[in-house]
C-alpha cells in the first residue's frame, strides 16, 4: 500500500518479506522492548501478521505499527511490606520474574504488544483476497489426480470428505493466523478437485478412477505423471 492510503487506528495484514531491508537486519539494539520487537519480525520472515497501525515513521513510506503478542511472562513490583517478610534489605525496589499458573498449574497469558516500523508497501488489506499462482494450481490439480488414480467410488468419496475437513479446520485457524490463508486456499483447491473426480467417477459408471482416461486430468512434469495406459 501506499503510506497516503494508510489510515492510523486501522487493522491490516503485513506481509513480511523473507529477506528483510539491511537497516532492519543491522540495526543496533537500544532497547530490550526494540530487541523483541526485532526478534518477533525476525521470526515472521516470508509469513503475514496482523498490525494495527499507530503513526508514520520518519522517514518516507514509512509506518509505525503494533503486533499483539500474547506473553505468560510477568513482573510483579514487590510492596515493602512483602520485601521485608522475605528478609530483603529496606530502601530499594524488587521485583519478581515468572509466569502465573491457575489452579490446575496451567500457564495464564496476557495481551502483549511489540511496535515495529516498517515499509507501508508490506500493509494489504485485511479482506484482501489471496491468489495461487497457476504452476500451484496445477501442481495441486495433479497430486489429487495422482492420489486418486486406481481407488473407486467410496474410496474417492472418502476421500473428498477427509478434503474437507482438512478445509474447515485450516479456516478455523486462519481466523486466528493470516498465514493460514494460503493453506486454505490450496486446501480449497484439493477439496474441488476430489468433488470433480468423485462426480466423474459416479457419472461415468467407473470402477475406478484413471487419469489416463480422464480429459480433465492435470499432470505436472516432471513431479507428477501419470505413465503408460493400464
Known amino acids: 500500500m501506499r503510506s497516503e492510503d494508510v489510515e492510523v487506528g486501522g487493522t491490516y495484514t503485513a506481509a513480511i518479506p523473507q529477506r528483510l531491508p539491511e537497516e532492519l ?25 496482523r498490525v494495527v497501525v499507530t503513526g508514520f515513521g520518519e522517514s518516507p513510506g514509512n509506518v509505525q505499527v503494533n503486533q499483539e ?30 509466569i502465573v499458573t491457575d489452579h490446575s498449574g496451567e500457564a495464564i497469558t496476557f495481551p502483549g504488544v511489540v511496535s515495529h516500523t516498517i515499509p507501508a508497501r508490506w500493509l494489504r ?3 484482501e483476497r489471496l491468489e495461487l499462482a497457476p504452476e500451484t494450481e496445477r501442481l495441486h490439480r495433479a497430486l489429487v489426480c495422482r492420489d486418486a488414480d486406481g481407488l473407486d467410488s467410496a474410496a474417492v468419496r472418502r476421500a473428498a470428505a477427509k478434503a474437507l475437513e482438512n478445509l474447515r479446520r ?20 484439493d ?21 489416463r482416461s480422464d480429459p480433465d486430468a492435470v ?6 505423471r501419470f505413465g503408460k495406459q493400464h
Open 170 to 189: 485450516l479456516q478455523g485457524l486462519a481466523l486466528e493466523d493470516p498465514d493460514v490463508d494460503w493453506g486454505v486456499l490450496t486446501a480449497e483447491l
Open 69 to 98: 503478542l500474547p506473553t505468560g511472562r510477568v513482573r510483579l513490583r514487590l510492596a515493602g511490606e512483602q520485601a521485608a517478610d522475605l528478609g530483603l534489605a529496606v530502601d530499594q525496589v524488587y521485583g519478581i520474574t515468572g
Open 219 to 224: 499432470e505436472y512434469p516432471p513431479v507428477v
Open 25 to 49: 537486519r543491522r540495526r543496533p539494539f537500544e532497547s530490550a522492548g526494540q530487541w523483541q520487537a526485532d526478534i518477533q519480525l525476525h521470526l515472521a520472515r516470508g509469513r503475514r501478521i
Open 191 to 211: 477439496h474441488r478437485e476430489w468433488l470433480r473426480i468423485a462426480a466423474l467417477v459416479i457419472s461415468a459408471g467407473l470402477d475406478v478412477y484413471d487419469p
Open 125 to 127: 488489506p485485511p479482506s
